[in-house]
């Protein structure tokens, strides 16, 4: 296992693509003192540049969920779970047997815990929301009534005074 400032470095050149061969990057890493194989080293920069366009491509999927939903956060919050899903799932399912002794299952599965959590602590937000909004509107059309029938105004005055104060069509 490579020191952390080395792999850095090795992984630095590998994203940046700024060396000329596997050969000549395992002959840089032997002059560090490690020695890798440039078969060794091909195997870990494929896995590095697969990581790298997972990485890419969750943020051009981020990028467009918040491009589209700029104003409401609880589209973005669902959207940006659902992407959190899947890409845990995409893990399961690309594990191997051989593997699973590696991974960590139970941070996956308080991961995913977590993930539940969230969803239902937002959903039941969004409801409470709607609710508190749904009985301001009721009483603001209360009171537009009261105040419209108090100064003898039409009933159609009275809706148009509606429609603007409250953005509801009757």
Do not use: C
Not at 2 to 11: F, S, V
Not at 29 to 45: D, F, K, R, T, V
Not at 76 to 82: G, P, S, T, V, Y
Not at 109 to 135: F, H, I, N, S, Y
């Amino acid at each position: 296992m490579l020191p952390e400032e080395l792999r850095k470095e090795l992984d630095r050149r590998l994203a940046e693509k700024s060396f000329p061969g596997y050969a000549k990057l395992s002959r840089w890493l032997a002059e560090q003192g490690y020695a890798i194989s440039a078969n060794g080293l091909a195997a870990y920069g494929k896995r590095f540049d697969l990581r790298l366009e997972q990485v890419r491509l969750a943020t051009e999927q981020a990028r467009a969920i918040v491009e589209s939903a700029p104003d409401d956060s609880n589209q973005i919050n669902e959207a940006l779970q659902r992407l959190i899903q899947q890409r845990l799932f995409e893990i399961l399912v690309a594990v191997e047997a051989r593997d699973l002794k590696h991974l960590n299952l139970s941070a996956l599965a308080r991961t995913v815990a977590d993930l539940g959590r969230a969803w239902v602590t937002q959903k039941k937000w969004l409801e409470e929301t709607r609710v508190r909004l749904a009985e301001k509107v009721t009483a603001a059309d209360a009171k537009v009534s009261a105040v419209a029938r108090s100064a003898g105004l039409t009933p159609e005055t009275e809706d148009r005074i509606r429609r603007a104060l409250l953005e509801i069509q009757v």
